[in-house]
């Protein structure tokens, strides 16, 4: 791959990672309600889910989600569901986390867990990964020297953006107290089953 393939590989990947989704709420969520260095572990969980992906969509696997619409839906549902339930939970929040007071509540395997199933609940990102990539992966030459280029570049940049996304939740944490964390909490909540209701009202074999 030429070098000015790599940018404008690199300029894609960065513009599809920045949206703010699901997997941005929460590392911004636990690096507010638990600290920077402990809302990292969030990003370790959405790296892993993130490789995971990569290796879906490079097996074609889904493809064949796609071609057994029995599967798909169940993983769709699925995804749904959780979300939801992430969502729901936020909106029965009260809002009193205190970082200098009260110790964390979830472990780092925890928020890790949480992480990796909040990003997996969204089958569409199998899809980003593979209508990226294929943009990008050269039919007539060796596939393991482009991925050797592609996928560690790819899965930097998904990295650092959620990075950044904990340290806006530092940021987050500095504003909210009291009743302004109950209404962030009550607004990052709405956001996640708004999320749901949009996977579960999407087509995402068409999209």
Same mark, same amino acid.
Request: glycine fraction near 8%; charged fraction near 10%; charge should be positive.
């Given at each position: 791959?030429?070098?000015?393939? @790599?940018?404008?590989?690199?300029?894609?990947?960065?513009?599809?990672?920045?949206?703010?989704g699901p997997n941005a709420l929460n590392c911004i969520s636990s690096s507010a309600t638990y600290g920077f260095s402990k809302g990292l572990w969030s990003v370790a969980g959405v790296f892993?889910?993130?490789?995971?992906?990569?290796? +879906?969509?490079?097996?074609?696997?889904?493809?064949? +989600?796609?071609?057994?619409?029995?599967?798909?839906?169940?993983?769709? @549902?699925?995804?749904?569901?959780?979300?939801? @339930?992430?969502?729901?939970? +936020?909106?029965?929040?009260?809002?009193?986390?205190?970082?200098?007071?009260?110790?964390?509540?979830?472990?780092?395997?925890?928020?890790?867990?949480?992480?990796?199933?909040?990003?997996?609940?969204?089958?569409?990102?199998?899809?980003?990964?593979?209508?990226?990539?294929?943009?990008?992966?050269?039919?007539?030459?060796?596939?393991?020297?482009? +991925?050797?280029?592609?996928?560690?570049?790819?899965?930097?940049?998904?990295?650092?953006?959620?990075?950044?996304?904990?340290?806006?939740?530092?940021?987050?944490?500095?504003?909210?107290?009291?009743?302004?964390?109950?209404?962030?909490?009550?607004?990052?909540?709405?956001?996640?089953?708004?999320?749901?209701?949009?996977?579960?009202?999407?087509?995402?074999?068409?999209?």
């Open positions: 791959m030429g070098f000015d393939n @790599w940018l404008i590989f690199m300029t894609i990947w960065i513009l599809a990672s920045l949206p703010l892993i889910a993130a490789n995971i992906h990569m290796a +879906l969509a490079l097996s074609s696997i889904a493809a064949f +989600l796609t071609a057994q619409p029995v599967f798909f839906e169940a993983l769709r @549902w699925a995804g749904v569901a959780y979300l939801a @339930w992430m969502g729901a939970s +936020l909106l029965r929040s009260k809002g009193k986390i205190d970082l200098k007071s009260s110790p964390p509540s979830l472990s780092n395997w925890q928020l890790v867990r949480r992480a990796v199933l909040i990003s997996m609940s969204n089958p569409k990102s199998i899809f980003v990964w593979l209508a990226v990539f294929t943009q990008f992966i050269q039919g007539g030459s060796p596939l393991g020297p482009q +991925l050797i280029v592609l996928a560690p570049s790819a899965l930097f940049v998904t990295l650092a953006v959620y990075v950044g996304y904990c340290g806006m939740g530092r940021g987050v944490n500095r504003l909210l107290s009291g009743s302004r964390k109950i209404w962030f909490d009550r607004i990052t909540g709405t956001t996640y089953l708004g999320f749901a209701v949009g996977l579960a009202s999407a087509d995402l074999r068409r999209t």
